[in-house]
């Protein structure tokens, strides 16, 4: 199967799944639209977006835009600013994965060696 043909089936599958499951269509519909909110840096939208979806019949999408509109100064300045933690949390995720299949077997020394470990990287 082409790529095309792959994306008009799974295309086809989403557009059956939110007519039998009207909820699957309107999460789908808030996804997209959070996340042209934070591609856009648009704070109207986001505000838009608290109000619309706080009033949802759907309630974890109410429980959601509540909590945004808790958390509102931080939300805002996730929307607007180019920094992120992305990156510490990955090392992060890293270091707790190596934590766990270790058991806690390894001495500092290994653990370290472990997280700095890049196979990608080229010796010399």
């Known amino acids: 199967m082409l ?14 799944l939110m007519e039998k499951y009207p909820i699957i ?21 986001l505000y838009l977006f608290i ?3 706080k009033k949802s019949n759907v309630k ?5 835009a509540a909590g945004l509109e808790k958390d509102l100064e931080a939300v805002e300045n996730a929307v607007v600013s180019d920094l992120s933690n992305g990156f ?7 270091l707790k994965m190596i ?3 270790m058991y806690g077997r390894c001495g500092q020394k290994l653990l ?7 196979p990608h990287s080229k010796p010399g």
């Open 51 to 53: 109000d619309r979806y």
């Open 88 to 94: 510490v949390e990955g090392v992060n995720n890293k």
């Open 112 to 118: 370290t060696a472990k997280l700095m470990y890049d």
């Open 60 to 64: 974890e999408l109410a429980i959601f």
């Open 25 to 45: 269509g309107e999460l789908y519909k808030c996804i997209k639209e959070f996340r042209r909110i934070f591609k856009e840096k648009s704070l109207p939208q």
């Open 3 to 16: 790529p095309g043909e792959v994306s008009s089936v799974l295309s086809g599958y989403r557009e059956c």
């Open 99 to 101: 934590k766990r299949t």
